[in-house]
């Protein structure tokens, strides 16, 4: 049984566009999911277009920042695992951030359902990252 997890395995490049299509395509359908859902217990100041955008960004830009890591550093495993957390964190700021100003002009305010629904959003598209990149572009040592 390999361990899913070690911070010294080695980055294959080539399979980052892969992982990173995975964590794209698996954040998308999942915060959709978050979305419609969250619809049911309040009004959404975003819509299904803005959702679907963030989702698929994220993870291309997950998948550069890795791709770049595994180029130009050693222990790229685990340098991403600490910039992604961090990332990850620091969007938490965002959402709340958005309910006292617009997050671009011309946007409504966020609802406490849009904060929460985003909250939630951002951590599942973190984990569909981590997991995809982690997981699939790495060789096991």
Known sequence: MSNWFNPDDRVVLRKIPLATVVAAAGSTVCNLGVYYGALRYGRMTIGPVETVV???IGAVLAGLVYWLLARYTEHAVRWFTVIATIVIGVYGV????AA???YME???LFTVTTVLATELMHIVSGVWVLWAMLRLAREVR
């Open 94 to 97: 965002g959402p709340v951030a």
């Open 106 to 108: 011309g946007a409504e």
């Open 54 to 56: 963030a989702s698929v």
């Open 100 to 102: 006292y100003e617009p």
